[in-house]
């Protein structure tokens, strides 16, 4: 080739396409691209995405967080499962992302992530984003690939905590964008970060700055927490329970029958379980306590014969708090027991010195919650604000004062909003305060917590029902499906997707999002608890379901 031929060649202007439904947004990003001196088309919606993807197939695009019908994560969801547009480099447009926000839109294609509003110069990333892309081709690995160079891009400082506050707990430490240290149990370096992205609906906290240290957890205290052992063999139970009988009230149950029936009618911390089970094995007990409205909160220890990562993280993800191979030493079962009872023990000492207490209601459970602050006797208000909304619950003196939730531009009031409240996993504080008087009408806190708790579970279990024998009845609540889509597991929003396309049954929905027929499940039942799936069946007058309620008028407390 001479060099007046090389000379001739242009070279290729790099195509942008922006989707986004805010047209200033659009009108704006696009011109300072433009400028820059690439070539930029942008659509409303993703409507007709595809079309436009394969007609033009752009260098780049860049999708809105959330558009009227779906979202932008749902959106790369489906462009990284098709062959003809898997290598589409992909960027989200996010108000505020933090850094669980960007594993989420990591593990669903992305590979960067921009802050909608900040005074970044577009052009000048787009072209050092590409620079890099077609170095490395990091868009068409996997997702620790897109970690890694994300973590570097943006020089992450800081620790990434994987069921934080858990014996599970994994870290992965930053150090200027560089992998300092990682560990998952007994497991560090590379293979931790891989085992724990394979966690695809672990809770994740990000904490900046240097290397977090445990929490100092003090034993004992005035608390005296429930404990349920559900073991088989009739001299182990019987061990266990002589073991962990310094901790409070224990009970045993021999089978996974008896132990089910135990945690969903009585209020346990912890319920230690064997995985071989007969009647129901430590698996099948996991999934039930998951579905069950109340008895989700205590926290599972699992024992097991076998010592192995793969079943510990398979413990993980059905809902486990902590995974022991069975010794018989009392040691290690008691300090990881005092480990799961700590956040309780420590909440409810710092409620009881009516201190401003704060509260994780992943770690405590709602329910527990809203029985302590009654047991206690306080006078204060709950504040809790989780990605799908703030709930407010006034209490005094073992009265409801007030109760309200807020998610979107829901409002709803009352029962109603306790009911919600109890499906909260989010985090705030109880701050004590003062009252002049208590209204003589106002209900009894313990008595609304155990109604609503009750109305929800009766709620669930039909509604359940409805959604396992027919899914094609189901519809996505609008403003709540996409509300959760910013905190929905890469399971959770595959199932989601696949309800828009009204599956005859569970089996169909299984097979079209590859998810297991028992996730799938799970999933559907964390959507009709979160409101965000709803049934078509007729409404009951008589029902006080915050989710049934979402068109109709709340039942209003006395304030």
Not at 203 to 225: F, L, Q
Not at 539 to 558: H, N, R, Y
Request: aromatic share 6%; proline share 6%; glycine share 8%.
């Amino acid at each position: 080739m001479t060099s007046d031929t090389a000379e001739s060649i242009e070279p290729v202007t790099a195509r942008i396409l922006l989707v986004d439904d805010d047209l200033g947004t659009r009108t704006e990003l696009g011109n300072q691209l433009v400028a820059g001196g690439f070539e930029v088309r942008s659509l409303p919606d993703p409507a007709t995405l595809q079309r436009t993807l394969g007609e033009w197939r752009p260098h780049l695009l860049i999708l809105d967080e959330v558009f009227p019908g779906t979202t932008g994560r749902e959106v790369a969801l489906k462009l990284r499962a098709q062959g003809a547009t898997f290598d589409i480099p992909i960027v989200g447009l996010l108000s505020e992302p933090s850094v669980p926000q960007a594993l989420h839109w990591l593990r669903s294609g992305a590979v960067d992530l921009w802050t909608r509003g900040t005074g970044f110069d577009p052009a000048e990333r787009t072209q050092a984003l590409l620079d890099e892309l077609n170095q490395s081709r990091v868009h068409t690995g996997g997702m620790k690939a897109r970690l890694l160079t994300y973590a570097r891009r943006r020089a992450l400082h800081g620790t990434v905590l994987f069921y934080p506050d858990t014996p599970f707990e994994g870290r992965v430490r930053f150090d200027q964008g560089e992998v300092a240290s990682a560990r998952l149990g007994s497991v560090s370096g590379d293979a931790a970060i891989d085992e724990l992205l394979s966690l695809d609906d672990a809770p994740a906290r990000w904490v900046p700055g240097d290397e977090v240290t445990g929490r100092n957890r003090v034993p004992g205290g005035s608390y005296k927490p429930k404990v349920l052992v559900v073991e088989d063999d009739d001299a182990l139970r019987g061990l266990l329970l002589k073991q962990l009988a310094p901790f409070g009230t224990i009970e045993g149950a021999a089978d996974g029958i008896e132990g089910l029936l135990k945690a969903t009618s009585q209020e346990f911390d912890v319920v230690v379980a064997d995985l071989n089970l007969p009647g129901l094995d430590g698996w099948g007990l996991l999934r039930q306590l998951r579905q069950h409205i109340t008895a989700r909160e205590a926290a599972i220890l699992v024992l097991s014969a076998h010592d192995e990562l793969r079943e510990t993280l398979k413990a993980a993800r059905a809902g486990a708090r902590a995974y022991l191979k069975k010794t018989g030493r009392a040691k290690p079962l008691l300090d990881t027991l005092e480990l799961l009872l700590s956040p309780r023990r420590e909440a409810w000492e710092s409620l009881a010195r009516k201190e401003k207490t704060a509260i994780d209601l992943r770690l405590l459970g709602p329910m527990w919650t809203l029985r302590t602050v009654a047991e206690l006797d306080l006078v204060g208000t709950l504040s809790i604000e989780e990605p799908l909304g703030r709930f407010e619950i006034h209490v005094a003196h073992g009265q409801l004062l007030r109760s309200w939730a807020q998610t979107g531009s829901l409002r709803i009031e009352g029962v109603m909003a306790l009911e919600s409240f109890l499906s909260s996993s989010g985090e705030g504080h109880f701050t004590p305060g003062e009252v002049a008087t208590v209204p003589g009408q106002a209900p009894w806190l313990h008595e609304s917590a155990e109604g609503a708790g009750k109305a929800m579970s009766t709620w669930l279990a039909a509604r359940m029902r409805d959604a396992v024998s027919q899914p094609q009845r189901l519809h996505l609540h609008p403003e709540l499906s996409l509300l959760f889509t910013r905190v929905a597991s890469e399971r959770e929003l595959k199932v989601l997707t696949a309800l828009r396309q009204a599956p005859r049954s569970v089996a169909e929905l299984s097979e079209a999002c590859d998810v297991s027929y028992e996730e799938v499940e799970l999933a559907l039942a964390e959507l009709l608890r979160r409101g965000v799936l709803l049934t078509e069946s007729p409404v009951d007058p008589s029902s006080t379901s915050g989710v049934q309620a979402a068109d109709q008028a709340p039942p209003q407390l006395e304030s």
